[in-house]
Antibody, heavy 120, light 108 residues
Framework: QVQLVQSGAEVKKPGASVKVSCKTS????????VNWVRQATGQGLEWMGW????????GYAQKFQGRVTMTRNTSITTAYMELSSLRSEDTAVYYC?????????????WGQGTMVTVSS | EIVLTQSPATLSLSPGERATLSCRAS??????LAWYQQKPGQAPRLLIY???NRATGIPARFSGSGSGTDFTLTISSLEPEDFAVYYC??????????FGGGTKVDIK
């Protein structure tokens, strides 16, 4: 079945970078955009950006421009999100999500989430 | 940026009751409106896409309606597993999708 499986929890110090992976399976990886969404504890959902796995093209929310990089490795059908210059406010659960034209470009499949804690 | 405002913030109901959740957009989002359900410790799950289409495996008690700037998610008769947080999301101005702040449906 279609799955997105993310890497495990991370603890980072302020100023460091974190790279979260999203291993996909059960579908053609290059045919669906992968987006990243984060959620601070007790808060709502915040969209970070998108990546087209076929072309490698990306687009980022203005808030994260210059700090986030989304990449992929098509040979292992895995997407990555790297966030740099971490600060305490970046402590959150980070989700990857597939976008499907068959569901009006809604996020139809989600990863299980990766907790990133930024603390000195 | 299109802002989505959900109301109420919390809805306290009993199993078997009808739930009506609202999502209002700061400008028209056409039909590009989706709803998600999120339970504690879980990722969001797609319920409704393009205003009124149920995603695969979603029970018929969930329905969506609306147009332009005003949208509604209705749960016709609450089951115990429906108590959760619900988010609306627009993708009208792709690639800048936005989410509403969420409505928590809890047990009265």
């Amino acid at each position: 079945q279609v799955q997105l499986v993310q890497s495990g929890a991370e603890v980072k110090k302020p100023g460091a970078s974190v790279k979260v992976s999203c291993k996909t399976s059960g579908y053609d990886f290059t045919s669906y955009d992968v987006n990243w969404v984060r959620q601070a504890t007790g808060q709502g959902l915040e969209w970070m950006g998108w990546m087209n796995p076929h072309s490698g093209n990306t687009g980022y929310a203005q808030k994260f421009q210059g700090r986030v990089t989304m990449t992929r490795n098509t040979s292992i059908t895995t997407a990555y999100m790297e966030l740099s210059s971490l600060r305490s406010e970046d402590t959150a659960v980070y989700y990857c999500a597939r976008v499907s034209a068959m569901t009006g470009d809604a996020f139809d499949i989600w990863g299980q989430g990766t907790m990133v804690t930024v603390s000195s | 940026e299109i802002v989505l405002t959900q109301s109420p913030a919390t809805l306290s109901l009993s199993p078997g009751e009808r739930a009506t959740l609202s999502c209002r957009a700061s400008q028209s989002v056409s039909t590009y409106l989706a709803w998600y359900q999120q339970k504690p410790g879980q990722a969001p799950r797609l319920l409704i896409y393009e205003v009124s289409n149920r995603a695969t495996g979603i029970p018929a008690r969930f329905s969506g309606s609306g147009s332009g700037t005003d949208f509604t998610l209705t749960i016709s008769s609450l089951e115990p597993e429906d108590f959760a947080v619900y988010y609306c999301q627009q993708r009208s101005n792709w690639p800048l999708p936005t989410f509403g702040g969420g409505t928590k449906v809890d047990i009265k």
